[in-house]
């Protein structure tokens, strides 16, 4: 089963950026969509953004398109999320995940990591 080690969450004011990243380890299948879904208090996940591991193809839920770029280093299996001009909406719990591109906003996934916060307030 892969492992995955989430950083860059934490604290920022509304218009702020931070930056998510997310090495996985582990991972033995082929064709994947690596990337990230969220989770706020009282709601349904939501898958955010992926990027493929074969034509680095990406998905972007309609909230962020424009605010968040997701990336990703295949020499060292990392993926990162940017995300600027973060708003207090994007509040949640963030988690590295696997599955399939075209799943990905139906919230079918695979493998995921153990999340990490991100709080977005003044």
């Known amino acids: 089963q892969p492992q995955f080690v989430e950083s860059g969450g934490g604290l920022v004011q509304p218009g702020g950026s931070l930056r998510l990243s997310c090495t996985a380890s582990g991972l033995t299948l082929e064709y994947y969509c690596i990337g990230w879904f969220r989770q706020a208090p009282g709601k349904e996940h939501e898958g955010v953004s992926c990027i493929t591991s074969t034509d680095a193809s990406t998905y972007y839920v309609d909230s962020v398109k424009g605010r968040f770029t997701i990336s990703r280093d295949n020499a060292k299996n990392t993926v990162s999320l940017q995300m600027n001009s973060l708003k207090p909406d994007d509040t949640a719990v963030y988690y590295c995940?696997?599955?399939?591109?075209?799943?990905?906003?139906?919230?079918?996934?695979?493998?995921w990591g153990q999340g990490i916060q991100v709080t977005v307030s003044s």
């Open positions: 995940a696997i599955g399939v591109k075209d799943r990905w906003a139906d919230g079918l996934y695979v493998y």
